[in-house]
């Protein structure tokens, strides 16, 4: 006890007589409390939060854990949401209107980024990516991915609209695939005359939707038509050309190749009375391609893909669809953000997701990939479909402008307004929301 007293007045007097003593002891224990204070805080890993369309939810849900094992410090939060695009767009926009978002991370539909870019949602990445590492990306998702030349999104997966038809019932029949939209009618029907087994020529997707104007969008791309040019804003809906468009998906049901059910349908409805057996073609993005594919699927080996139908004189077009990454403009954490979109853009995530998911990657490389190829053999066609595809416009109003066209479309298809009154009413109410 005399040693540690003795010890302790030395101590004492040492810290009187000597300024550098003094300091020296005061930083020690100044670092010691601020490591005391920094340490807990610091062993928290960060989480960033972000929503998902349910069906990919478990194509990324062993990814994200890869990723949490590599990155210790960071964990992701993936937050199951509605799969209709529009329906997890509206999940997104509420929340970050009502003030600071709770998501870091948003997986945005191409058709949602001017909007958000326009509102001040998202953190540009221009300093984040090289424009030689956006080389590597298909050019028509880099161009989605851009307002006002600056870039807000880096996609990880591209999305193209195709036809699927089966080859087993053509072949029988002795019929090409078509060429045209009364080709697809005509050879509906003769398959579903020929076969009874086969209840239905045609299935797409008429529900009130995103997905509705998306195959619109290439439907009426097919008679020479256009939505709205987002140079000029000129609307083209009450256009001869977009007027025979509907009328084409209308003639669908009233001659009875497609279901009046269609106009409930979204892509997974579509795709489960396909894959059941029943139909003769469909409309739809090529991740069905897969789930049509697996073992048990009555269709199994039995499908193929091709571009969308044309009018005569007009060329096949397949809507632009496709998803990216972007950077929430209020996160506390946008270097951890960065960190995961690097790892969801990279080849290997866009590799193992279109292996298991179906999903169609945003990197050129992996459209020469053997694995993929030999997995999917219309990857080179998709690649000449998107150098033409069809694209819904790209303008800060898109949202409200494809509400007007779905409901519309809706009405039309349901029986309840002329096809001219319903595009008449559409264009009249896009033109009063443009301002033109
Ligand atoms: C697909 C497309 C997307 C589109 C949506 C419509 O997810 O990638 O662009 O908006 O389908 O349902």
Not at 56 to 70: D, G, H, N
Not at 76 to 100: K, Q
Not at 243 to 272: H, M, N
Request: without cysteine; proline residues 6%.
């Amino acid at each position: 006890m005399e040693i540690v007293r003795e010890y302790w007045f030395k101590l004492l007097r040492y810290w009187r007589s000597s300024l550098l003593f003094r300091t020296l002891s005061l930083l020690t224990a100044f670092a010691l409390t601020a490591l005391l204070i920094v340490l807990p805080a610091r062993s928290q890993p960060v989480v960033l939060s972000f929503l998902m369309n349910a069906p990919e939810v478990p194509t990324l849900r062993p990814l994200i854990a890869e990723f949490e094992q590599k990155n210790s410090g960071i964990k992701l939060n993936m937050i199951e949401a509605p799969n209709a695009s529009n329906l997890v767009e509206d999940l997104n926009t509420s929340s970050f209107l009502l003030g600071s978002s709770p998501y870091d991370l948003i997986n945005m539909d191409v058709v949602w980024l001017s909007k958000f870019a326009a509102a001040g949602w998202l953190r540009p990445l221009e300093d984040l990516v090289s424009k030689a590492e956006l080389v590597n990306f298909l050019p028509g998702d880099i161009e989605g991915s851009r307002y006002k030349g600056k870039l807000y999104r880096l996609p990880w997966r591209t999305d193209a609209g195709m036809l699927y038809y089966r080859t087993d019932l053509l072949k029988q029949a002795g019929l090409k695939p078509p060429e045209t939209f009364s080709d697809l009618l005509q050879t509906a029907k003769t398959i579903q005359q020929a076969d009874n087994k086969v209840q239905w020529g045609y299935v797409w997707q008429g529900r009130q939707y995103e997905g509705a104007a998306a195959m619109f969008t290439e439907v009426l791309q097919g008679h020479g038509g256009f939505w709205v040019n987002p140079q000029t804003n000129e609307v083209g809906l009450d256009r001869p050309e977009a007027i025979a468009a509907l009328k084409f998906l209308l003639s669908t049901i009233d001659q009875g190749v497609s279901p009046p059910g269609v106009s409930t349908y979204q892509e997974e409805e579509a795709r489960r009375l396909f894959q059941s057996g029943n139909t003769v073609f469909m409309r739809n993005w090529p991740y069905a391609w897969e789930l049509l594919n697996q073992a048990g699927s009555p269709v199994r080996g039995k499908v193929s893909i091709q571009p969308m139908v044309h009018a005569p004189g007009q060329e096949s077009a397949g809507s632009l669809g496709g998803w990216g990454w972007g950077i929430a403009s209020t996160t506390q954490h946008p270097q951890e953000a960065w960190k995961a979109i690097q790892f969801f853009t990279s080849a290997y995530v866009q590799k193992q997701t279109s292996l298991t998911g179906g999903y169609l990657p945003s990197l050129r490389s992996l459209y020469n990939d053997a694995d993929l190829l030999k997995k999917y053999e219309y990857f080179p066609l998709v690649l000449k479909v998107l150098e033409t595809p069809a694209l819904r416009p790209q303008i800060a109003q898109y949202a409200q402008a494809s509400d007007i066209l779905q409901r519309y479309l809706s009405a039309a298809v349901s029986g309840r307004t002329s096809p001219e009154e319903a595009l008449q009413a559409a264009a009249r109410e896009t033109r009063s929301l443009l301002g033109a």
